[in-house]
């Protein structure tokens, strides 16, 4: 790992712990005021249980990121057996899709259980959408395919962009590997594939 590459991972490990230390305040003030709400008005009990469970989720990640950031492992002890196909179908609702995005994406496939983590999971799609639907733009007919194959656990992603070049395959996994952009982490956030090590493949 060069020199630059190293500084700029530092600079991030800076900024996202000053990052996910202060976001907490605000997300336990809107939990607050969540309990709040449901005591004093005829507010809908589903979207209350929806906005407790994303701050719950936003409370899980910045845990992650902080001890990723401490050099502390991520805790299995609170894996779970989840389903494939929920935690795909939950990214898709969740993710913020810009205009006409939302239709360039298909499911296919039944289901599988896996031991996880799901906050791990959607964010971890999250940020596979991102990558793909951003050099999907310069085509008109762009697609993207979330396959789900229960007979041998594997979740593929195959879209139809412009593809990556092959003497860079080998290093879209590595920090700060972008291509065609002026900035980013690459496809590789850090964290997560620390999680993931091993169990992704590009073809």
Request: glycine share 6%; charged share 25%.
């Amino acid at each position: 790992m060069n020199t630059e590459t190293t500084q700029k991972i530092n600079q991030m490990r800076a900024l996202a712990g000053s990052i996910a230390h202060e976001m907490r305040n605000p997300l336990n003030a809107c939990y607050g005021c969540i309990d709040m709400l449901s005591d004093s008005i005829d507010s809908s009990q589903e979207t209350l249980n929806l906005m407790r469970q994303e701050i719950d989720r936003a409370n899980q990640l910045i845990g992650i990121i902080l001890r990723n950031i401490n050099d502390k492992p991520i805790d299995k002890s609170e894996f779970k057996s989840l389903s494939i196909r929920r935690c795909v179908e939950q990214a898709i609702k969740e993710y913020a899709f810009g205009p006409n995005e939302r239709e360039k994406v298909s499911v296919n496939g039944d289901d599988f259980e896996f031991i996880g983590s799901e906050t791990l999971i959607i964010y971890t799609l999250f940020n596979l959408l991102k990558n793909a639907l951003y050099y999907l733009h310069v085509r008109k007919d762009g697609r993207l395919t979330i396959r789900i194959e229960p007979e041998n656990k594997h979740l593929i992603i195959e879209d139809n962009g412009p593809g990556i070049p092959t003497a860079k395959i080998s290093h879209i996994f590595d920090s700060f590997q972008t291509h065609g952009k002026a900035s980013g982490t690459g496809l590789c956030v850090i964290w997560f594939y620390d999680w993931v090590a091993g169990a992704f493949s590009c073809n």
